[in-house]
Structures are given as C-alpha cells and as structure tokens.
C-alpha cells in the first residue's frame, strides 16, 4: 500500500502558489520547502481555476460537489431500475 504525505497547511500552499505567480521556479521551491515541485504547481494551477484566472479545469467547489452528484445520478438509476423504467446506457 502506498504510504501517504501529510498535506501541508493551508497557508503554505498559498504561499507557495504566490511565489510560482511572482515567477519563482517550482523545482527551486522543491528545495526550499517540503512540498514536492509537481504539488507546487498543481496548487498554482488550482488557484487559477479557482479564482477565475482560467477555464481549463474544474474548481474545487465543483469537485467537491461530483460525489454528491454522482450518488444521486445511482440513485436514480437503482430507482428507474427497480419501478421499470428506462436506464441509462452507460452508467457510472
């Protein structure tokens, strides 16, 4: 089983996300800080979703709300399963 980091606090991470906008290397921050170059960029890119910066991805609203959506779309189907109606083809 792989083993886990433990995430770091919210306050680094936005940090973090400052210094890779002001044009601070990733990899330069690896060195410095505990976090890993790719979560570094990774919070960087989330924050542009988040903020609006940019439209490539989800926000994290958005993803913390597809579980939910998710079990409600199952659901529906093990309803319209049960009483006989069409299902969906695919489901997920």
């Known amino acids: 089983m792989a083993r886990r980091t433990k995430r770091p606090p919210a306050a680094l991470g936005r940090r973090i996300v400052e210094l890779v906008r002001a044009g601070r290397s990733p990899e330069k ?3 410095e800080s505990e976090p890993w170059s790719n979560m570094a960029r990774n919070w960087a ?14 926000t994290t609203a958005e993803r913390n709300g597809l579980p939910k959506l998710r079990r409600k779309v199952k659901q529906l189907d093990h309803f319209a399963a ?10 997920k």
């Open 29 to 31: 921050l690896k060195k």
């Open 45 to 58: 890119v989330q924050s542009d979703f988040d903020e609006g910066l940019s439209a490539d991805g989800s």
């Open 82 to 91: 049960r009483t006989g109606r069409i299902r969906r083809e695919n489901p």
